[in-house]
């Protein structure tokens, strides 16, 4: 089974700490993306990664920055965070020629 | 801009009572509409893949169907386990996914 991998299930954070989410995935998948829920407004793409090192910014990446060293692991970085990111992140991965994505169990950031 | 927009957002359900959950989207250029669900404090997790109108997919007491401007998503005697969060999605011409906000479905007993 493919397993994407959240390093924190929940955080809480003060406003202006710098953030790391970290995620993992076990399938060799060329794509990772990073999405984050808010109630009403459905999965919203900050960045996404089809390669290593490779990074595309989403609908959302502002406050925002990734990081992609290894093909297994992408990282999202809250420089300096603030109460307007308090949501559930979500990661997830894919292999290229399929939409399909798998996603990990999500982390909840309460940023005070 | 891609477009996904689901309803209702919520339906509340006796057990047995089937019923149809809505998926309208606006793309430019479709590489696929995916089906996910999500339960209560975990990520989504995928169900089906649609590619052209006219296609159909089943699993258990779910049946997916799409047109050239909507996806229907069809439950049969639902169950309690059902109840969930459906999500839509639609893929264009490049990696990215665009999600609707959800329509949350309560099967009660």
């Known amino acids: 089974d493919v397993k994407v991998t959240q390093s924190s299930r929940y955080l809480v954070k003060r406003t202006g700490e710098k953030v790391f989410l970290e995620c993992v995935q076990d399938?060799?998948?060329?794509?990772m993306f990073w999405y984050r829920q808010d109630p009403g407004l459905g999965l919203r793409l900050i960045y996404f990664?089809?390669?290593?090192?490779?990074?595309e910014k989403g609908d959302i990446p502002e406050g925002y920055s990734v990081s992609r060293e290894k093909k297994e692991r992408f990282s999202l970085i809250l420089e300096s965070a603030s109460t307007n990111q308090t949501s559930m992140y979500l990661c997830?991965?894919?292999?290229?020629?399929?939409?399909?994505?798998?996603f990990g169990e999500g982390s909840r950031l309460t940023v005070l | 801009e891609d477009q996904v927009t689901q309803s209702p957002e919520a339906l509340r359900l006796q057990e047995g009572e089937s019923s149809s959950l809505n998926c309208s989207y606006t793309?430019?250029?479709?590489?696929?509409l995916f089906w996910y669900r999500q339960d209560p404090g975990k990520g989504p997790e995928f169900l089906f893949t649609?590619?052209?109108a006219g296609e159909e997919k089943e699993k258990e007491r779910l049946k997916a169907t799409l047109t050239k401007k909507e996806s229907f998503l069809h439950i049969t005697a639902p169950k309690p386990e059902d109840s969930a969060t459906y999500l839509c999605?639609?893929?264009?011409?490049?990696?990215?996914?665009?999600f609707g906000a959800g329509t949350t479905v309560t099967v009660r007993a």
């Open positions: 997830a991965s894919s292999y290229r020629a399929t939409g399909e994505l798998f």
């Open positions: 399938m060799d998948h060329e794509n």
């Open positions: 990664s089809y390669d290593v090192k490779m990074k």
């Open positions: 793309v430019s250029g479709l590489r696929g």
């Open positions: 649609l590619y052209s």
């Open positions: 999605a639609v893929r264009s011409n490049d990696y990215k996914l665009s």
